[in-house]
């Protein structure tokens, strides 16, 4: 997220929206989508039409939107305690971590047993019932991890990732996939909340000069770029995201991740619901104990995802999470 070339204002001017001004364009301004729910919306899980409809808009206009105060801190709280301590182990390998284009951008699982697999995080409601009005009934949940941003170690200057799409491979011009992340903390330009670029999830692989299999694919090409910049709405922004939100991003949006200035670790967990038509055949891995807290949402109606899981006891998942694949180890295409 946002080095200090790009400056995020959190002006609230309207109920739901959230006007950001960037250095890189000052005379511009980009509104993403900011949804507050009622207390009858948390209680019941489940946005009202006239929510959900700024959502799906939110979505199909600028590929995010962000809603607020719908995930309990305390159980944010105690799954950041331990993911904490699981980033540092990671950074202490240096060039042999599972990092992303730089040493300050990790990729990294979170714990997958019972003791921290909260429903509130991993299977958020509200979060399934906008993916499901947007992609169609029950996705596909076949992605579960987090990218951490990292204080710089000493020695080391802070480093952006380029702009890029994680939707490297030729894809649908529709939706087809969401990204739904749950950051540990409040995320600011301080602590490197992500730098997006609202409005781009409708280009393709045209944009791109990385390919699918390199350590940096994706990227976006310098040209495509610049001419976004020049768009009367066009350009990056680099908002707040208040602890207790979720972000839910189309997979295909332009973004990047964003030096952390701050002394502490930033982790935002990333978990991708695919449309049911979509093909993609990756598979979440959880340790066993899990296996009731899934079947238990199911039976009372409140999963509606699809879950392909390949599970292991906890001895072997506690002890091997941590040596998964990051990158492009992942892949999001589908078959054929």
């Not at 921290?116 to 993916?131: D, E, G, L, M």
């Not at 670790?265 to 296996?291: C, E, K, Q, S």
């Amino acid at each position: 997220m946002a080095a200090p070339r790009i400056n995020a204002l959190g002006v609230r001017a309207l109920p739901r929206t959230l006007f950001i001004s960037t250095l890189l364009n000052p005379i511009q301004t980009r509104s993403i989508s900011f949804i507050k729910p009622s207390k009858d919306e948390i209680s019941s899980k489940r946005l009202a039409a006239r929510n959900l409809e700024t959502a799906i808009r939110g979505l199909h206009q600028d590929g995010l939107v962000v809603v607020e105060d719908v995930v309990p801190h305390e159980h944010i709280d105690r799954l950041n305690v331990k993911m904490v301590e699981d980033a540092r182990k990671l950074q202490a390998k240096g060039e042999d971590g599972p990092f992303n284009y730089n040493l300050g951008n990790l990729q990294q699982d979170a714990p997958p047993w019972a003791e921290y697999f909260f429903p509130s995080i991993f299977t958020n409601p509200i979060a399934t019932q906008i993916t499901t009005n947007l992609l169609g009934p029950r996705p596909k949940w076949t992605f579960c991890s987090a990218n951490s941003a990292m204080p710089p170690l000493p020695g080391h200057a802070p480093s952006r990732q380029p702009v890029h799409s994680d939707a490297d491979i030729a894809h649908p011009s529709h939706p087809f996939a969401i990204v739904v992340n749950v950051p540990l903390v409040t995320m600011t330009p301080h602590n490197g909340s992500t730098e997006i670029w609202p409005g781009t999830h409708r280009f393709g692989v045209e944009a791109q000069e990385g390919k699918h299999g390199e350590r940096a694919s994706g990227r976006i090409r310098e040209s495509f770029l610049a001419a976004e910049r020049e768009r009367a709405d066009g350009g990056p922004v680099q908002p707040t995201i208040q602890k207790g939100s979720v972000v839910l991003r189309d997979l295909r949006l332009w973004h990047a991740g964003m030096p952390n200035l701050s002394d502490e670790v930033r982790v935002m967990l990333a978990m991708i619901h695919f449309a049911p038509w979509y093909r993609n055949g990756m598979r979440l891995t959880f340790a066993d104990d899990i296996r009731p807290v899934l079947e238990g949402l199911e039976e009372k109606g409140e999963l509606g995802l699809e879950c392909p899981v390949d599970w292991t006891g906890r001895e072997a998942a506690v002890g091997t999470y941590l040596d998964r694949g990051f990158g492009n180890s992942y892949d999001f295409d589908q078959e054929a």
